[in-house]
């Protein structure tokens, strides 16, 4: 059974850092492509960052790029996401999420996801 489990999240003021973790068992996981998902309240969900399995490629939304960047430790089977410069648009719930592939910028990609951990920037 796939699981994963994020942490990281909470309230940050606006320029500032958090680092989001997400622990996966269950599957191969350096076979498996991980991605970052958000979604704010009444928005849909969108990819913010995705790796391959061995962490050689990476993809980051233009909405975030310079300011997050994902890796990941296959060693202790996590993905990190570490945002920072963080912006009040940068509020939403972020989920973690495991590929099918090694490989994967489509949402259709993705067949398990966490719980989801919320992120809250203010001013």
């Known amino acids: 059974q796939v699981q994963l489990v994020e942490s990281g999240g909470g309230l940050v003021q606006a320029g500032g850092s958090l680092r989001l973790s997400c622990a996966a068992s269950g599957r191969t996981f350096s076979n498996s492509g991980m991605g970052w998902f958000r979604q704010a309240p009444g928005k849909e969900r969108e990819l913010v960052a995705a790796?391959?399995?061995?962490?050689?490629?990476?993809f980051h939304a233009d909405s975030v790029k310079g300011r997050f960047t994902i890796s990941r430790d296959n060693g202790k089977n996590t993905v990190y996401l570490l945002m920072n410069s963080l912006k009040t648009e940068d509020t939403a719930a972020y989920y973690c999420?495991?590929?099918?592939?090694?490989?994967?910028?489509?949402?259709?990609?993705?067949?398990?996801w966490g719980q989801g951990t919320q992120v809250t920037v203010s001013l």
């Open positions: 999420a495991i590929s099918r592939t090694n490989w994967s910028t489509r949402r259709s990609g993705y067949d398990y």
């Open positions: 790796i391959s399995g061995s962490g050689g490629m990476t």
